[in-house]
């Protein structure tokens, strides 16, 4: 079936992935990149590289979205926004680039390693919701590792950072806000690395795939958020990527 002259078969894959991913997204404020990430690689065979740069160029928007809506809503902390943007932007491009400059068969078991990890995070965190209250501290490391494994994975900064800082007793409504408002700038650079190296060939089709599924899903996710637990969510995404990570592991060297 052609639009326009596009194939919506052959987009019908990245759609579905782009709509399952937002769909959590939009209930839980973190994991598009992780659980697109995870299908594109773990089930849909696509390289690393390229599906990290994929998840990038579509979040560029759905950051750019969510970190003006956030702006008008007064949910940024300023002061905590120049701390993570800088080392977030510098972790990312880093990933970006050796994730570019390595072999996608050697590297594709070790990304899905590190998906897992975040499915056994999210997991443990929901199952111990909500997280005892800390003073948050050294967030430019947090950054700058959070900024890496999001290039690297092709996502995890929500997860990550925002988690993190979480369960240090950060205020959450600045800590979503802020964390989604630096992910913009994240994204950008990230983005601008992958097609320096991999080009644009091979990104529209997947990548519009993905987008329309995120658009079409997006207002679903914000009504989810508001009936469903985000301790159950928490389990239920924790356990869906660790399966399918765990899966893409056991494809890859099985």
Known sequence: MEVLGIDLTALLPFILIGFAA??????????????CNTLLVGLLGVPPALASQRVHVVECFTTATSGISHLLNGNIDKALFARLVIPGV???????????????????????????????????????????????????????????L?????????????????????????VV??????????????????IFHLGVADLAGATLGLLIGGIVAAPIGAFAAKHFSPKLMLILVGIVLTVTSAYGVWTAWG
């Open 22 to 35: 937002q769909l959590v997204d939009g209930a839980l404020g973190m994991a598009f990149g992780v659980i």
């Open 177 to 194: 806000g802020t964390v989604n408002s630096a992910e913009f700038f994240l994204t950008v650079a990230v983005s601008a690395t992958f």
């Open 90 to 148: 510098i972790g990312g491009v880093t990933g970006a680039y050796l994730l570019s400059s390595i072999d996608a068969s050697v590297v594709k078991p070790f990304v899905l390693i590190y998906l897992a990890g975040i499915g056994i995070y999210l997991l443990v965190r929901g199952l111990f919701y909500p997280p005892k209250q800390k003073v948050a501290k050294h967030v430019a490391p947090l950054g700058l590792v959070g900024g890496f």
């Open 150 to 174: 999001d290039a690297a994975g092709g996502g995890g900064w929500g997860p990550v950072v925002t988690s993190n800082l979480l369960i240090q007793g950060a205020d959450p409504r600045k």
